[in-house]
C-alpha cells in the first residue's frame, strides 16, 4: 500500500520535523497493534506550506534536502486550507492520502488504525477526538456544528470536521472543494455513494504556536452547510426549491396583506436575496467542475519541490493521461479482394 501523507501547515515551525520524523517510524514499527495493518511500502509526506512568515519555509526546505519522501510546495500568501488540500489532492499519488494538522495534536501511530479499517471496506475513515485538548470556545461550537451535519446530511460521524482522514485516491480525485469546504469533505464523499466511516484517535493538547481560526469560521461554517445542503439536493433541479420557497412566501404575503400587517416586502426581499445566493453558488459549482481548480490554485503557488517518486508510488492507471499522450500507430489498410481475371474465352 502506497500513502501520500497530506499536511497543510500555516506558521508550525517548531512541529513539522518531530511529525515528520514520527510519520516515517510507521512503516512498521507500530504494525504488532492492529492485527489487520498493512505497512506502508512507501511514503510520501507532502507538506502545502499558506503563506507561512515563522521560518516554516526554511524547515521544510532543509527537510527536502534531507528526506527524499518529503516534499513541499509553497502559496505566496495565505489561501485557507480547502485551497491547500486542493493543491495536495490535485498532486496526490498512490493508493491513499491521509490528511493530518501539522501542530503534532494528532498522533501518528493513529496511522495502523486508519489503514486497517480502509481495509475493511471504507473509502474514507474519519477521526474522531473522543477527548478534546482544546478551549470551551472551540470545543462546544464544534459539538453544536458536527451536530446538526449529522442530523442534515445523514452522516453517522461523531467530528465531520476532524482533519485527521484516510481517503483512498479515487475519493480525492473526485472532490470539488472550494471556499471552505475542507469542513464537509465526509458529507461530500458520502454524497457521491462512497462508504464514511470512523475510528476514535488520540488527541494531543497544543504545545507550540496558536490556532488559526477565530470567530469567523463559525458564520463560515454555517454558510458552507446550508449552501451544501443545497447543492447536494437541488443542484439537478433548483426551480424545485425556488418553487416550494417562492409559493410559501406569496402564501404568506397574501395572509399578511390581509390581516393588514406591515413587513411583507422586507420578508420578500430577503427570500430574494436568499435565492440569489444559491443561485450565486450553483455558478460556482459548476464553474468549479468545468474549470480545474488546481489550475486556478496553481497562480498563487511560487515553490514546488518535488522528488522524483519511484514507479510503485505513481498514480493508479485510471489517473494517468497515458492515453491522450500515447503515439497512435498508424491504422493497418484493409487489403482489398482480388479481382479474378475473366479467362480466355475459347478460340478468341
Same mark, same amino acid.
Given at each position: 500500500?502506497?500513502?501520500?501523507? /497530506?499536511?497543510?501547515?500555516?506558521?508550525?515551525?517548531?512541529?513539522?520535523?518531530?511529525?515528520?520524523?514520527?510519520?516515517?517510524?510507521?512503516?512498521?514499527?507500530?504494525?504488532?497493534? $492492529?492485527?489487520?495493518?498493512?505497512?506502508?511500502? @512507501?511514503?510520501?509526506? !507532502?507538506?502545502?506550506?499558506?503563506?507561512?512568515?515563522?521560518?516554516? /519555509?526554511?524547515?521544510?526546505?532543509?527537510?527536502?534536502?534531507?528526506?527524499?519522501? $518529503?516534499?513541499?510546495?509553497?502559496?505566496?500568501?495565505?489561501?485557507?486550507?480547502?485551497?491547500?488540500?486542493?493543491?495536495?489532492?490535485?498532486?496526490?499519488?498512490? @493508493?491513499?492520502?491521509?490528511?493530518?494538522?501539522?501542530?503534532? #495534536?494528532?498522533?501518528?501511530?493513529?496511522?495502523? =488504525?486508519?489503514?486497517?479499517? !480502509?481495509?475493511?471496506?471504507?473509502?474514507?475513515?474519519?477521526?474522531?477526538?473522543?477527548?478534546?485538548?482544546?478551549?470551551?470556545?472551540?470545543?462546544?461550537?464544534?459539538?453544536?456544528?458536527?451536530?446538526?451535519?449529522?442530523?442534515?446530511?445523514?452522516?453517522? &460521524?461523531?467530528?465531520?470536521?476532524?482533519?485527521?482522514?484516510?481517503?483512498?485516491?479515487?475519493? $480525492?480525485?473526485?472532490?470539488?472543494?472550494?471556499?471552505?469546504?475542507?469542513?464537509?469533505?465526509?458529507?461530500?464523499?458520502? @454524497?457521491?455513494?462512497?462508504?464514511?466511516?470512523?475510528?476514535?484517535?488520540?488527541?494531543?493538547?497544543?504545545?507550540?504556536?496558536?490556532?488559526?481560526?477565530?470567530?469567523?469560521?463559525?458564520?463560515?461554517?454555517?454558510?458552507? $452547510?446550508?449552501?451544501?445542503?443545497?447543492?447536494?439536493?437541488?443542484?439537478?433541479?433548483?426551480?424545485?426549491?425556488?418553487? =416550494?420557497?417562492?409559493?410559501?412566501?406569496?402564501?404568506?404575503?397574501?395572509?399578511?396583506?390581509?390581516?393588514?400587517?406591515?413587513?411583507?416586502?422586507?420578508?420578500?426581499?430577503?427570500?430574494? &436575496? !436568499?435565492?440569489?445566493?444559491?443561485?450565486?453558488?450553483?455558478?460556482?459549482?459548476?464553474?468549479?467542475?468545468?474549470?480545474?481548480?488546481? @489550475?486556478?490554485?496553481?497562480?498563487?503557488?511560487?515553490?514546488?519541490?518535488?522528488?522524483?517518486?519511484?514507479?510503485?508510488?505513481?498514480?493508479?492507471?485510471?489517473?494517468?493521461?497515458?492515453?491522450?499522450?500515447?503515439?497512435?500507430?498508424?491504422?493497418?489498410?484493409?487489403? #482489398?479482394?482480388?479481382?479474378?481475371?475473366?479467362?480466355?474465352?475459347?478460340?478468341?
Amino acid at each position: 500500500m502506497n500513502v501520500t501523507f /497530506l499536511i497543510p501547515v500555516c506558521n508550525e515551525r517548531d512541529t513539522i520535523e518531530s511529525l515528520v520524523e514520527a510519520i516515517l517510524l510507521q512503516r512498521g514499527e507500530h504494525a504488532s497493534e $492492529v492485527a489487520s495493518y498493512r505497512p506502508a511500502t @512507501d511514503i510520501r509526506i !507532502l507538506f502545502v506550506d499558506d503563506g507561512s512568515t515563522d521560518g516554516t /519555509l526554511e524547515k521544510l526546505r532543509a527537510l527536502h534536502a534531507c528526506f527524499p519522501s $518529503v516534499d513541499f510546495i509553497r502559496f505566496r500568501r495565505n489561501l485557507g486550507k480547502s485551497a491547500a488540500l486542493a493543491a495536495g489532492f490535485a498532486r496526490a499519488e498512490g @493508493d491513499v492520502v491521509i490528511t493530518m494538522d501539522g501542530d503534532l #495534536q494528532d498522533d501518528p501511530r493513529e496511522i495502523p =488504525r486508519f489503514l486497517a479499517k !480502509l481495509d475493511e471496506g471504507f473509502d474514507v475513515v474519519v477521526g474522531w477526538k473522543s477527548v478534546r485538548y482544546d478551549p470551551w470556545h472551540k470545543v462546544l461550537p464544534s459539538r453544536l456544528y458536527n451536530a446538526v451535519v449529522a442530523r442534515l446530511f445523514g452522516v453517522a &460521524l461523531h467530528d465531520v470536521n476532524c482533519g485527521y482522514k484516510a481517503l483512498r485516491i479515487d475519493v $480525492v480525485k473526485n472532490l470539488c472543494l472550494y471556499g471552505d469546504l475542507h469542513r464537509l469533505i465526509p458529507v461530500l464523499a458520502a @454524497d457521491l455513494g462512497y462508504r464514511v466511516t470512523e475510528i476514535p484517535v488520540t488527541h494531543h493538547p497544543r504545545q507550540y504556536g496558536v490556532s488559526k481560526y477565530g470567530i469567523e469560521r463559525f458564520a463560515r461554517g454555517a454558510a458552507d $452547510v446550508f449552501s451544501t445542503f443545497f447543492l447536494t439536493r437541488h443542484l439537478d433541479a433548483p426551480g424545485h426549491f425556488f418553487f =416550494r420557497l417562492g409559493l410559501g412566501a406569496a402564501v404568506l404575503g397574501l395572509l399578511l396583506m390581509a390581516f393588514g400587517i406591515a413587513g411583507g416586502s422586507l420578508f420578500s426581499a430577503g427570500i430574494v &436575496l !436568499l435565492g440569489l445566493g444559491l443561485v450565486a453558488e450553483l455558478i460556482v459549482k459548476q464553474h468549479s467542475m468545468v474549470k480545474s481548480r488546481d @489550475d486556478e490554485i496553481a497562480a498563487y503557488i511560487c515553490e514546488e519541490h518535488i522528488h522524483d517518486r519511484p514507479a510503485g508510488l505513481r498514480p493508479p492507471p485510471e489517473w494517468t493521461k497515458q492515453e491522450s499522450t500515447r503515439a497512435k500507430a498508424p491504422a493497418k489498410r484493409k487489403s #482489398q479482394p482480388k479481382i479474378p481475371k475473366p479467362k480466355a474465352k475459347p478460340g478468341g
